[in-house]
Antibody, heavy 120, light 108 residues
């Protein structure tokens, strides 16, 4: 069964860049059937769609975050990544990586999530 | 941006009762790209329904989804103890996704 695992620093200072990587196991990131995405959830709050990426590198971002978000894919490592620049305390959240079916455009696999805290 | 408004915010019911959760879109949403998720504390969301009415793999048939215009509904026919959780709707359109704010189904 597909596995997604987020990794990266759990603590980021304000104004710096948050960087996370999602490693895909038991599946290929180069499959034409899927997009790969990021969703976040501030503590005690709802889900927010951050964006998605195709294995070719095509990206789709949440307009409210677009100026600060960069996603990339490394097919050789079966990984995709998220960078969020100029972070503030409002970016403190659990960040989930997801697999999204092209047919339904709904995340159907989720990583366990990783908490990133923005604090000095 | 398409805004999804879920109602009610909280649903207080007893096991065995029927739960009806609503998700209203601010503009037209393709049913193909409307999904429902269940989330329990400390866990990642789990896909329940995709394409507005298709159950995901392993989801019991007490969960069903329907649509009428821009109104989407998740129905749990008879609540089991494990169904008390948060529920979110999600849509994808115009190259971006959005989630509703969630409905909490709690034990009455």
């Amino acid at each position: 069964q597909l596995q997604l695992q987020e990794s990266g620093p759990g603590l980021v200072k304000p104004s710096e860049t948050l960087s996370l990587t999602c490693t895909v196991s038991r599946g290929s990131i180069s499959s034409s059937s899927y997009y790969w995405g990021w969703v976040r959830q501030p503590p005690g709050k709802g889900l927010e769609w951050i964006g998605s990426i195709y294995y070719t590198g095509s990206t789709y971002y949440n307009p409210s975050l677009k100026s600060r978000v960069t996603m990339s894919v490394d097919t050789s490592k079966n990984q995709f990544s998220l960078k969020l620049s100029s972070v503030t305390a409002a970016d403190t959240a659990v960040y989930y990586c997801t697999r999204i079916t092209r047919e339904w455009l709904s995340p159907n696999y989720w990583g366990q999530g990783t908490l990133v805290t923005v604090s000095s | 941006e398409i805004v999804l408004t879920q109602s009610p915010g909280t649903l207080s019911l007893s096991p065995g009762e029927r739960a009806t959760l609503s998700c209203r879109a601010s503009q037209s949403v393709s049913s193909t790209y409307l999904a429902w998720y269940q989330q329990k504390p400390g866990q990642a969301p789990r896909l329940l329904i995709y394409g507005a009415s298709s159950r995901a793999t392993g989801i019991p048939d007490r969960f069903s989804g329907s649509v009428s215009g821009t109104d989407f509904t998740l129905t749990i026919s008879r609540l089991e103890p494990e169904d008390f959780a948060m529920y979110y709707c999600h849509q994808y359109g115009s190259s971006q996704g959005t989630f509703g704010q969630g409905t909490k189904v709690e034990v009455k």
